[in-house]
């Protein structure tokens, strides 16, 4: 009876304890899980890999540092197939956070593929208004960001002469933490133009994202840190996502037992007292 | 006049809006609707700025009273004007706001969200008890999803992947759709109630 | 100055962190410094779009530009925000957050009614009865019958018995399973946030990753 006493009572600071080893452990001494593919994330690669070169992707950075661990890793490899397919790129934030993470982004990515600013890839920054915005974009691009985030006239960016309206954009990415994000493009534009949404949210906000997966108004998902990780699978460039896929197993194992033995105390001996 | 003005132009700028999704009116859909949204970014950047506003008036009265702990007041008015100021100057791109972004500001908030993964398993050994029969389904669901969305639940058992993905595929998205179709009942008749001045309560009250 | 800035951020995560033991000092000057630097994001943010949105195009427009002198009218409108702070003009702040709002409520509707109703209910219907979505045959009429039992669980309009009940009953069922796997979702999301804050300790600041 004394072990079930003790299980009942764990001090909160072990928890914090035992769940902190169990991210820490497997970053340092990683096991390697294979991770496998799931079909959201292939239809989010096939669409992206079908393009023809020189087809335009809008990239919309909708989220903050606190998701950046999930959204940082899925926005490096979009962006690295995106380049590396010669498509060009226009990067736009709902979130102010987003347009500097997508700054970081390009300098990273941009480099390894050979991109060059104005010609492949641009990044046209934050505007607040939410649904607003993408209301005003889909009409005319160069009025709702009439300068990029370095304050060159967008009108000047050789890339973006030929691309004005929601008209000229073949496909829209939404990496999303919340509203405004994902949704706010599949009511917004998805809904009023021809054009394909697709996205890639935290993993929180994957419940709230199928209805519209299983209608088709959106089409492929990247979830959370698992879908950053089979992305960079499947482009081939192992990342921030799988890396931290082993601590994500195992934490989740030690979150499972937490709730085990738990409702082992629980029922054992804990709902008699009671 | 202070009550029927509010009102009037909310109800003009609402209802051009949604006849404008029904019907193209010729010139109005052409430009009023297009100046309206070019309009609204901009009143939204003053809005902005109203928060940030709020924030300081707030804390230059704590430094000036010299309320308990006033240095935090402080400091948060140097980092405001900072993480203002600079970007103003030489755009998002110079060094010191990237040096400020990167290495403050993105280690607190992240951080700050990283609490939760603490409280949620502290959560999970306390409160997730299996009390009712209700619960029971719920614990199942949670610990199949959690096994299929990583790797090891695929080396434990072949099948999580597999029935995590149908539980999500059928159950969650029925459940979600059917929350979904009702929350957007919701919102619609909302919106309607305050683009006809029904409900006044985004006017703070009255 | 990049291992100044990493020792910089590494002290910023420790106080954050330091509050799991209990509340203290150094949590409280983190958080002081972290609603600052938001709120001047904030501000930039404001201002670039003013000027480049509005300013520029009113007042110096490009050679060969046309000047946009409607801009004029969000402009005032921004400032009548401002008499929030006033006693007596408080009222005026009314006039550009009625039209914010109403902008905004019908963008919602616009929205909600295409994506979020409509075309969730025809999906709902144009799914075959016997059809295999994930892996039974009879996965369209579970799915169907959890739908609608969802609905019916939120309808009160008449008392729940006989075969509303039923109804409700097995939407009561459907949520459960639907929450549990968001309970998952979640626990999944946070766990990456800390994976993400624990990398950066490990690896970027004490260099044993």
Not at chain 1, 197 to 213: E, F, K, N, Q, R
Request: with cysteine.
């Amino acid at each position: 009876m004394k072990l079930l006493e003790i299980l009942q009572n764990i001090d909160r600071r072990i928890i914090y304890l035992i769940l902190a080893l169990s991210i820490i452990l497997p970053l340092l001494f990683p096991i390697g899980f294979p991770v496998d593919i799931t079909q959201n994330t292939q239809d989010v690669y096939d669409l992206v890999d079908k393009l023809p070169a020189g087809s335009v992707v809008l990239l919309s950075y909708d989220w903050d540092a606190a998701s950046a661990p999930e959204l940082l890793p899925q926005a490096e490899a979009l962006t690295r197939h995106i380049l590396d397919k010669k498509l060009k790129l226009v990067a736009i934030a709902l979130w102010n956070q987003g347009a500097t993470f997508a700054d970081r982004v390009h300098n990273t990515v941009a480099p390894e593929v050979g991109a060059v600013y104005g010609e492949d890839y641009v990044n046209l920054g934050y505007r607040p208004g939410q649904a607003v915005v993408l209301n005003s974009l889909a009409r005319d691009i160069h009025a709702t960001f009439p300068e990029d985030v370095a304050r060159t006239k967008t009108a000047s960016i050789p890339m973006m002469k030929d691309i004005r309206s929601i008209e000229d954009i073949d496909l829209v990415i939404s990496l999303s933490a919340g509203d405004p994000g994902l949704r706010t493009y599949i009511e917004q534009i998805g809904a009023q133009y021809p054009v394909t949404i697709t996205g890639g949210v935290t993993a929180v906000s994957v419940p709230g994202m199928l209805p519209y997966l299983q209608s088709g108004d959106l089409v492929g998902l990247l979830a959370g840190m698992s879908g950053a990780a089979e992305y960079e699978n499947l482009i081939d460039r192992p990342g921030l996502g799988l890396g931290g896929m082993d601590a994500q197993s195992i934490s989740h194992l030690v979150i499972i037992a937490f709730i085990l033995i738990g409702n082992i105390a629980y029922l054992a001996g804990g709902r008699k007292k009671k | 006049m202070r009550r029927e003005v509010p009102i009037v132009v909310t109800f003009v700028s609402g209802i051009l809006f949604l006849l404008d999704y029904f019907i193209k009116i010729p010139y109005v859909s052409e430009n009023v609707v297009g100046q309206f949204l070019d309009w609204a970014i901009i009143v939204a950047a003053f809005a902005l700025i109203l928060g940030a506003a709020n924030i300081f008036r707030i804390h230059i009265y704590k430094i000036v009273k010299g309320k308990k702990e006033w240095w935090n007041s402080l400091i948060l008015l140097v980092a405001m004007l900072v993480m203002a100021v600079v970007p103003i100057i030489w755009t998002q791109q110079n060094a010191v706001y990237t040096f400020l972004f990167k290495n403050i500001f993105e280690n607190l908030n992240g951080t700050m969200f990283a609490l939760l993964a603490f409280y949620i398993a502290s959560a999970a050994y306390r409160a997730f008890r299996v009390r009712t029969k209700e619960a029971a389904v719920l614990l199942v669901s949670a610990v199949v999803v959690m096994l299929g969305a990583t790797p090891i639940g695929a080396k434990i058992w072949s099948g999580f992947p597999e029935y995590s993905g149908w539980l999500q595929t059928i159950f969650t998205t029925a459940g979600m759709r059917g929350i979904m179709i009702g929350a957007s009942l919701g919102a619609i008749v909302t919106a309607l109630r305050t683009i006809f001045g029904i409900d006044r309560s985004y006017f703070g009250g009255q | 100055m990049e291992t100044v800035g990493i020792w910089i951020g590494a002290l910023c995560t420790l106080a954050i962190f330091s509050f799991l033991l209990r509340e203290n000092p150094f949590f409280r000057t983190a958080e002081h410094l972290f609603i600052g630097l938001a709120a001047g994001l904030g501000i930039f943010y404001g201002y670039q779009t003013i000027v480049s949105n509005a300013w520029t195009p009113l007042f110096n427009p490009d050679p060969g530009e046309a000047r946009k002198w409607f801009l004029i009218v969000p402009l005032v409108l921004g400032v009548l925000l401002y008499t929030r702070f006033l006693k007596k003009g408080k009222w005026i702040s009314r006039i550009p957050l009625g039209f914010l709002v109403g902008v905004g409520s019908a963008l919602a509707i616009r929205g909600v009614i295409g994506a979020s109703f409509m075309s969730q209910i025809v999906a709902t219907m144009e799914l075959p009865l016997w059809h295999t979505m994930a892996k039974f045959k009879i996965d369209a009429i579970l799915f169907i019958l959890g739908v609608i039992g969802t609905l019916i669980y939120f309808f009160f309009s008449r008392e729940q018995k006989g075969p509303l009940k039923v109804g409700a009953s097995i939407g009561k069922w459907v949520m459960m399973l639907a929450f549990g796997a968001a309970f998952g979702n979640t626990v999944m999301a946070r766990m990456s946030l800390l994976v993400g804050r624990i990398y950066f300790l490990l690896g970027e600041w004490l260099h044993i990753l």
